[in-house]
């Protein structure tokens, strides 16, 4: 099961957090806190796994991606599979924020969360197809401007439907 | 420059305008952003809080403004700073019809409240409300809201709705909806049990994703519950089948892998499904090996799923084709230059590693680059591997590699459990009691107050023991090397109080014992260990024991005793402690010093603490002193079960003892084990305990008078002696203790009568140890680089000519045990013409250089292994036989008896109470009539001429004393494997 997923940039500052099991506003920070600890005093060219026993209990494994300035952080169990997962983070960013800068995280907000609602579910990850994932979130997307009468249309979303 | 970077890149996304939000709002993250410390961050959040708290009360707020603030509360909170405030708002926008209102207070509440907030019950209608929406988004949305924050109590009000769902017409609604019901079963497995099935029949859904995301569940429910699920064996491998040959829409391949992440999770539930099934697993064969070949192992995905190939192969029945595959896979994983793929190659030969343990000897090298890659979690990953893998052969090499690693690393999480590790490690492998003590005083010195106690009792208890009864000089030079080494290490500054108590107790034992050491030395650094670590007691009161052994066997040996003046300033200061234990110590001390050699002998003999100890639990000796004390009028003893009406009665009649009554009620310490002493034997006299009771301390005083004013107070004290109690029992065995085994020596708070139980050392374990590593030593020695050698010592040889001899050397216990055979017929001379001695017998254990040869790191371990194949080490251990494991059970039976007893005598004497446990309890299982007086007499040495019988209960006390120091808990693994 996936305990939480986690973007950070490399000032610490928490740029989204989701966690699956309902965790109090300070140990979430702790949490974040003691992540990007380990995260920022690992060299580069290494592994992108890590045992994450100390923070998130036994059994934790935590697997990061660092991209620009951003870390993207996944917090699993043993029933997940390391290299699957990073490749989650990958296909994540790939698909839907290509060009992925700090400030479209922050101004996507829902949007990020809706992608990974998609994507995670409950703590399971539940589709892994981008061609599905991303008709959800379009439609989404979709409904959500036809519902509204101002069109909430992000740079992002745009940059992806042109592909 | 980094952090310019963004704040940079943060401007330059921020003046292109603003996303649809407003301008605050990109102010408020541009202003984060470029916040130069957390108070200033703080300062921005706060005053946002302040703006939000105002706007999102006005009336009339534009539905795109109110979704904004939602947006930034959200935000804020994820700062770290209270948005609560809020919360209700996002609640109200949960109910709001339009769609994208609605999502943004699902999103927010999602984030906000836990399942047992309060305002939760403000959502559930919504939530039902919504299920049954037309708008399968609105739905989707509902289940998102469900997963989180539904409680066990909710259930129950959405369940019929979810449980329809799961029919709904949209799949990614099904896909929900089976995900909803998932977490229904982790939240509450009772509440959906009857709906399992339904998870059975989704897996035929025909939307792959509905069917993937069945996976998930039905991984959960087989992991609890293997036996009901074989039935679907048949049904996963036709599905990984179909996925393997491309069946799935294109739209699930992934990095031209077909729908990776199912054959992954697929993978997991057949290696649940086929473990330890050979008739299960012969389903799978074919399909995990197509995968095995199918596979792109140039992507990451391809590598997962290969991966987990290896871990099925790995799980189920073994197959000779498949673990050949595997060990292909491992060999690309750990050649490749990416840290990912070898940390996956180094867990997927932990895997493998039990099925062929010949696999690791292909890669050794590879492991040892692991080992010594930069990469903290390769190494860790690494050192798992050789945790895995360890064996008497090359436990010396890896435990060493461990502790050095151990001792570089700051964090104390891994730092306890890689400690924890090389002290089982050693425990199970040791190749010799020396090497063990060298390794635990390592682990000690270096992880400190991170070992547990358990561990400190064992070293203790091997010290003692030695090697056995036949080899009185190895065991001799053994404490001597250990006396000797912690005679240099007790310099150090800053030790931890458990390796100072291990210290203070070998010292005291052991330090004078080969005549190297003068008493004054030892008692010197005796004394400077109680000055240094002034703070901790139990420290000190190991020391002050330590020091009376010394003087006792100073006495004992007819030399005069001459007591430094640090030690006794010592002396003088601990007599007036806080700590009403060491205090007593200190007297008893006081007046052992002043005995002759012969009674002295008889209290402390030297070198006992193994000795067992017998005791009478009935306690029939004190039948006439009973008699006696009922005769002048003495209330007859009432057991505890039928004592509690008495206790208010006695709360009433001393109203002014009230605390000492409150005290009286505490029978913590006693109410464990059941008291096996019949009552009509034993009546409490107060009157007569009172008079026998002579008191020249003022604080004894107070605490006798409460003793015997209150009758049913068998534990009375004030609360620090019952906290010191506490310690006591702690060191010296709860009654639980008794109950685990193999304990042999020990535990002093009972018992006075030693009787002798023959304890085999471990030198079963040393024979098999040092004759495993034979083939390993003869195969090195032309090996020269220094990595190579590493190699070898971990896996027994690298290149093909060692072949032969490596594997040897793999199958540890199948060769040992012949080896062992062997001996056993015809004893050593096998063992000697086997190899040439490299070292004079000795050496093993050499008193003289302990540093050289078994210094910590200093040296190579290489050479260790070599110094283990003396021959004539085996022929000292010969007869590998069975004594260990015949005598172990009546030790066992021993033990369960004892505690019982000691604490039940304690329990019917209020008169001694204020003293500690081990002396009341000694005193009591002293089979004289008079034992009151001398339990009494015992603590106090200005009564010491009017005890009729002082001297011997001081011996029993003493002795008792001296015990008192001993481990008493137990260590199963260490002699797990000697006794069978």
Known sequence: MIKAVMVINTQGKPRLAKFYDFLTVDKQQELIRSVFGVLCSRAENVSNFMEADSIFGPDSRLVYKHYATLYFVFVFDTCENELAVLDLIQETLDKCFRNVCELDIVFNYSKLHTILDEIVFGGQVLETSSAEIMKAVEEISKLEASSNSITLVPKTVSGWRNR | MEQLKTIGRELAMGSQGGFGQSKEFLDLVKSIGEARSKAEEDRIVLSEIETLKRRIVEPDIPRRKMKEYIIRLVYVEMLGHDASFGYIHAVKMTHNDNLLLKRTGYLAVTLFLNEDHDLIILIVNTIQKDLKSDNYLIVCAALNVVCKLINEETIPAVLPQVVELLGHSKEAVRKKAIMALHRFYQKSPSSVSHLVSNFRKRLCDNDPGVMGATLCPLFDLITIDVNSYKDLVVSFVSILKQIAERRLPKSYDYHQMPAPFIQIKLLK??????????????????????????????????????????????????????????????????????????????????????????????????????????????????????????????????????????????????????????????????????????????????????????????????????????????????????????????????????????????????????????????????????????????????????????????????????????????????????????????????????????????????????????????????????????????????????????????????????????????????????????????????????????????????????????????????????????????????????????????????NTVYEVTPVDGSSNVNSKAREASYDLKKTQVEISPEKQKLAASLFGGTSKSERRASSTGHKVPKGSSHVLKSTAGSTTDVLVEKTTPVQPPPDLLDLGEPTLKDGPSSVDPFKQLEELLDPTQLGSSANPGIVGSTSAPDIMQLYSDKPASGQSGGFMYPSSSNRSDDNLVSGLANATTDSAHNITAAAHPSQFSKGPNLKDSLEKDALVRQMGVTPSSQNPNLFKDLLG
């Not at chain 2, 007036?576 to 002043?594: F, K, N, P």
Request: with cysteine; proline share 4%; aromatic share 8%.
């Open chain 2, 269 to 750: 539930i057949l290696a649940l499904l086929g473990s330890g099934d050979k008739q299960a697993s012969e389903h799978m064969y074919t399909v995990v090996g197509d995968i095995f070949r199918k596979c792109d192992s140039s992507s990451n995905i391809g590598n997962a799923v290969l991966y987990e190939c290896i871990s099925c192969v790995s799980a189920i029945y073994p197959n000779a084709k498949l673990l050949e595959a595997a060990a292909d896979v491992i060999a690309r994983f750990l050649k490749s230059d990416s840290h990912n793929l070898k940390y996956m190659g180094i867990d997927a030969l932990g895997r493998l590693i039990k099925l062929s343990p010949e696999v690791a000897e292909q890669h050794q090298l590879a492991v040892i680059d692991c080992l010594e890659d930069p990469d903290d979690t390769l190494k860790r990953k690494t050192f798992e591997l050789l945790y895995k893998m360890t064996k008497s052969s090359n436990v010396e090499v890896i435990v060493d590699r461990m502790i050095d690693y151990m001792i570089n690393i700051n964090d104390n999480h891994y730092k306890t459990e890689i400690a924890s590790r090389c002290v089982e490690l050693a425990e199970q492998f040791a190749p010799s009691n020396h090497w063990f003590i060298q390794t635990m005083n390592r682990v000690f010195e270096h992880a400190g107050d991170l070992v547990k106690s358990k561990v400190a009792h064992n070293l203790m208890r091997l010290i003692a023991e030695g090697f056995g009864e036949e080899d009185d000089t190895a065991d001799s030079q053994l404490r001597s090397s250990a006396v000797e080494s912690y005679l240099r290490i007790i310099g150090e500054p800053k030790l931890p109080s458990l390796f100072l108590q291990v210290i203070c107790w070998v010292l005291g034992e052991y330090g004078t014992a080969d005549g190297k050491f003068s008493a004054s030395y030892v008692t010197g650094k005796l004394c400077d260990v109680a000055d240094a670590y002034s703070n901790d007691e139990i420290v000190k009161s190991y020391a002050v024991t330590a020091l009376m052994k010394l003087f006792v066997f100073e006495i004992a040996a007819g030399r005069k005793v001459d007591i430094l003046p640090e030690c006794q300033s010592l002396i003088e200061e601990l007599s007036a402690s806080h700590s009403t234990d060491l205090q007593q110590r200190v007297y008893e001390l006081q007046a052992i010093i002043g005995l002759d050699a012969h009674a002295v002998e008889c209290i402390l003999p030297s070198d006992a603490s193994c000795e067992d100890i017998e005791i009478d639990k009935n306690l029939s000796f004190l039948n006439d002193y009973v008699q006696q004390s009922l005769e002048k009028g003495a209330q007859p003893y009432i057991p505890e079960s039928e004592r509690s009406g008495m206790l208010d009665i006695s709360n009433f009649r001393s109203q002014d003892q009230h605390e000492a009554s409150t005290h009286g009620l505490r029978f913590e310490a006693y109410e464990l084990p059941k008291p096996s002493v019949p009552s009509r034997t034993t009546p409490v006299s107060l009157a007569s305990s009172t008079e026998l009771v002579p008191v020249p301390e003022p604080s004894y005083h107070r605490e006798v008078q409460q003793a015997a004013t209150v009758p049913s107070s068998s534990d009375t004290g004030s609360s620090e002696v019952k906290l010191r109690l506490d310690g006591v029992q702690k060191k010296w065995g709860r009654p639980t203790y008794s109950s685990s085994a193999a304990s042999t020596s020990n535990s002093s708070s009972q």
